[in-house]
């Protein structure tokens, strides 16, 4: 509810912003996946943790609704490649 207050919206669009991080762990987790099977799991783990630790770091000083939720779909493309 702090988030809501501080960025203006209502509950539908901190819904979405929610949800963003969600879709990309599923896209993630593909993309990932497939590459981890290219260049090797370490390097694919590493790829992962440094997405999710950096973009989850931006998300903090974000503004506006759009931007937190791009920066925190990126942060869910990490976290779903680690999984």
């Known amino acids: 509810p702090s ?8 509950a539908s669009t901190a819904g ?3 949800s ?3 879709f990309g762990m599923m ?3 593909m993309v990932l996946g497939t590459l981890s099977d290219r260049i090797g799991r370490r390097w694919a783990l590493s ?3 440094m997405l999710f630790s ?3 770091a931006a998300a903090g000083f974000t ?3 759009i931007s937190f939720s791009v920066v925190r779909f990126i942060a869910g493309l990490g976290i779903g490649g680690v999984l």
């Open 3 to 10: 988030i809501m207050q501080q960025m203006g919206v209502n």
């Open 54 to 56: 950096v973009f989850t």
């Open 16 to 18: 979405f912003m929610a």
């Open 47 to 49: 790829i992962g943790v």
């Open 27 to 29: 896209f993630g987790a």
């Open 20 to 22: 963003s991080a969600l």
């Open 63 to 65: 503004k506006d609704p």
